[in-house]
């Protein structure tokens, strides 16, 4: 499947990218535009203004593909939190991590383009996904 | 970069909302409906989402890439929006130091409430005013004190 997106990633596109490739669509073609209008007519837009899977009512779009696909894991929702405030900084959620993510993908975006940003912040919120799951299945932060 | 909105009066919530966020993110109002902020790939994020926010309460609102035709206004809009998040600062200040007073337990508890506060207003300090070091410092002043051994 196709999907479009506003080039320049950042967190929360990267989540959904890496939201898409795992849980949704294993084989996922990225196309990335300036502008709303340039987005191809077979491609799913995300993350972007006017498009179904994007932020609403205060959500990031993480958020609502978690949502839209109704995917329940708790530990993709741990997540959620994360991107959300590395993504909005609205103190809606608690979550440590956000500033130091925000930095990472901000930074990452300053030196490669979204091709290879995506192929990078990939394994990272696999790993992110890890330490979470063993933290939720702990009850503490697993080392 | 300039964020053009009109809301509707009623309701409020909408209205209230949107000022929140625009407070949050340091944007200096130059008009009724009107408001800017230094352009980079944070801002211009935030205020598109901001845009979106105020198209689905019902209102209009667009975002334009500007600059103004007269230095000294750039310079007075420059100020004016230094001058808020001065204020800001001037608030944390006096927190600070009032916390020099604290006992032990809630001054710890004051200064991480303090240091997540200075990061917030440095987030928005485009422009950053005299009050930008002093903050800084009372913060690590009071560092010092709670880092301070006991007895």
Redesign the interface.
Known sequence: MRWATRRHCHVDRAGCAWLIQRFLDPEPEFVFVDDPDEVPADATPFDMRGAELSHHGGDCSFETFLRQYELADPVLWEIAKIVHEADLANERYDAPEAPGLDVLLRGLSMIRDDEELLALSGPLFDGLYEYRKRALLLGREPA | MLLAYRLPREPSTPRSALWR?LR?LGTGQVGDGLTALPLD??NR?QL??L???VA?AGGEASIWLGELASAAQERELASKMAELVAADYRTLIADAEAAREEPPGPRRRTLSRLRREL?RIR?RDFFPPPERQLAQAAVEELVALVEEPVG
């Open positions: 966020k949050r790939a944070r994020e598109e989402w845009a979106e926010e689905q990061r987030a």
